[in-house]
């Protein structure tokens, strides 16, 4: 079948075009959908007839699935760690239509012009494209499961986003999830919900980045209306509903923030020294060289592991060791604080993450520095940058009301001096905590 041809076959399915739901009202309520579902199962039967549109399935064997970016409130670069997190899903997501074949190839067109087709075969050792190739996490999804289930059939399948590329909210896991529960679909294969969590966090590295696990949770468990913290060993997502009157808004840079190349060694060498910290540390304190940053955190307190560390490592490492363990502690005290709606100290716990990610793990860019700056002065109670840094974006809270003055700021203070302002609807936007990935009914909206 040729482009042209299978572009405006499968384009149907993806409903291009359609409007997002309406943003949430000052005066709406937030909730958190429904409470934690552990046992909850991805894949064929997730169906359970309410996403099913059968005429769909019936006539043209062609499906879709949606699978949302996220935002991180706070706890950067520590879930590689062990440490919990506090994401929430992003209305904005990966769509993928796509119907099954009946061999093993996989083949894949991007409605953004930018990304060339791409094609493999679903096995256990799916060769690598080049670098910064985008097929490669679609390989990574399809590796993954081939690992875990035999012979599985490919798909035909094109790719819309209306997520900001290299932007830190999770576009390429978002693009790994998407493209899992799609093979899982068109095999009819089901797998429980934390495992599955794991298993993409795990086969995302076929990429080549030594990421944690928090991004493809977010993406699978998020609840409408909720930000989630994310425990690890064992995985778990705890729902806290966002305040009906604060605001988060995201801020793209205009910096991509790309895990290939310089980008990503830097990333993975921040990695590296946070393992070679922790275990200078535990052998300075009688521990196991292999107690996790968790158990550290627990057998002494914070400015006892912080007086060890400036004894014991080398400036650079005492600093991402610094990092880590007070990013730790500021996750469940914003955690407690969005529980008590107390928008003074999530937003001061804003700030102090971001100063953190500025001088001590070293991943923030002048640019996103001068975002926080600008929010704060338009009146944000606090904001720091999100995911993994070196480019991307900012997330900053205000309260609902004050959100159309701060977005104003920014265009005229950061984007209209950069020739953006026009494209400020694609770099910024308020972001509202949405639910997980799903497979849709064509016409229905995302969560």
């Known amino acids: 079948m040729g482009s042209a041809r299978y572009l405006n076959g499968l384009a149907a399915g ?23 579902r552990q046992g909850r199962r991805h894949g064929f039967a997730d169906f359970g007839g309410r996403r099913r549109d059968s005429s769909l399935m019936a006539s043209t064997d062609r499906y879709v699935v949606r699978a949302p970016g996220r935002v991180n ?13 506090l994401p929430m899903a992003l209305r904005q997501s990966v769509r993928i239509a796509f119907h099954p074949r009946s061999d093993q190839e996989t083949r894949l067109v991007n409605r953004d012009p930018r990304f060339a087709p791409s094609a493999f075969a679903v096995s256990e050792g799916i060769l690598r494209a080049p670098a910064g190739d985008w097929g490669n996490y679609a390989r990574a999804a399809a590796q993954a499961l081939a690992q875990r289930f035999p012979d599985l059939r490919g798909i035909d399948a094109l790719v819309e986003s209306d997520l900001p590329i290299a932007a830190g909210l999770s576009s390429s896991s978002a693009l790994v999830v998407a493209m899992a529960l799609a093979i899982m679909h068109a095999n009819r294969v089901t797998v429980p919900s934390l495992e599955l969590m794991d298993l993409l966090g795990r086969g995302e590295r076929y990429v080549g980045t030594a990421g944690g696990g928090m991004d493809q949770a977010i993406i699978l468990g998020a609840q409408a209306g909720c930000a989630s913290r994310i425990d690890f060993h064992p995985l778990r997502l705890t729902p806290t509903a966002v305040p009906a009157d604060w605001q ?25 020294q946070c393992d070679e910290a922790r275990r200078l540390v ?44 007070t990013e730790g502690t500021r996750v469940p005290q914003a955690e407690a604080a969005m529980a008590a709606r107390d928008f003074t100290a999530f937003g001061e716990l804003l700030d102090a993450s971001h100063q953190s990610l500025r001088d001590d793990y070293e991943v923030s860019h002048p640019e996103l520095d001068r975002l926080v700056g600008l929010a704060r002065e338009a009146g944000a109670a ?16 205000c309260r609902v009301e004050r959100a159309p003055e701060v977005v104003a700021a920014l265009r005229e203070r950061f984007y209209a001096p950069r020739g953006a302002a026009d494209g400020v609807g694609r770099h910024m936007f308020t972001a509202e905590p949405s639910a997980g990935a799903e497979v849709l009914t064509p016409g229905a909206s995302p969560g």
Request: proline share 5%; aromatic share 6%; with cysteine.
């Open 14 to 36: 993806l409903g291009v075009g359609r409007a997002h739901p309406a943003a949430r009202r000052p005066h709406e309520a937030r909730a958190c959908a429904e409470p934690p």
């Open 73 to 85: 409130l706070i706890g950067e670069h520590i879930d590689y760690c062990g440490l919990s997190v």
């Open 248 to 272: 988060f808004i995201v801020a793209w840079s205009l910096v991509h923030a790309e895990k290939s190349g310089a980008a990503r060694q830097a990333y993975n060498e921040r990695t590296r």
């Open 282 to 325: 535990a052998t300075r304190l009688g521990q196991r060289q292999d107690t996790t940053y968790p158990a550290l955190l627990k057998a002494a307190p914070v400015e006892e592991l912080l007086q060890v560390a400036g004894a014991t490592l080398s400036d650079v490492l005492s600093r991402r060791f610094r990092h880590v363990v």
């Open 382 to 397: 606090g904001a720091r940058l999100t995911g993994a840094g070196f480019g991307g974006s900012i997330v900053a809270l």
